[in-house]
C-alpha cells in the first residue's frame, strides 16, 4: 500500500536530506512518530527511518526541526524522546536472523 507523503503536515517531504540519507516516502505514522522509506547514499540501500514526532505535542519548524507546542508541553516532549531513543537502543543490541537490524 503506498502512503501519500502529504497525508501529515508534519512528515519530512521527498527529496528532504538527512545526513546521507534521502527521504524517498512515508511509509507510516503512530501516535509518537514517522516512518520513513529512504535511500542510504553512501551504500545505494534503501533504509528505514523512524522520527521521534509526537504529533499531540510538537510539531515542525521551518528549518525542520521538531519542536513542543508549548513551554507547558516540553517536560513530556523530552521524557518521550528519551524513552524514543532508549528503545531504539535497546532494538540496536538484537541480531538475529528474524529480526530487522536496528543501527
Given at each position: ?34 516512518t ?5 547514499n ?34 513530556t ?27
Amino acid at each position: 500500500m503506498s502512503v501519500s507523503p502529504t497525508f501529515n503536515l508534519n512528515a519530512l517531504r521527498h527529496g528532504t536530506e538527512l545526513h546521507w540519507y534521502t527521504i524517498d516516502r512515508v511509509l507510516g505514522q503512530g501516535a509518537f512518530g514517522i516512518t520513513y522509506l529512504a535511500t542510504d547514499n553512501n551504500l545505494h540501500r534503501p533504509v528505514a527511518i523512524k522520527e521521534y514526532m509526537p504529533s499531540s505535542l510538537a510539531s515542525r519548524q521551518d528549518n525542520g526541526t521538531v519542536v513542543p507546542l508549548s513551554q507547558r508541553h516540553q517536560e513530556t516532549f523530552d521524557l518521550g524522546m528519551r524513552s524514543f531513543i532508549n528503545e531504539a537502543r535497546l532494538l540496536a543490541q538484537f541480531d538475529h536472523p528474524s529480526l530487522l537490524k536496528v543501527y
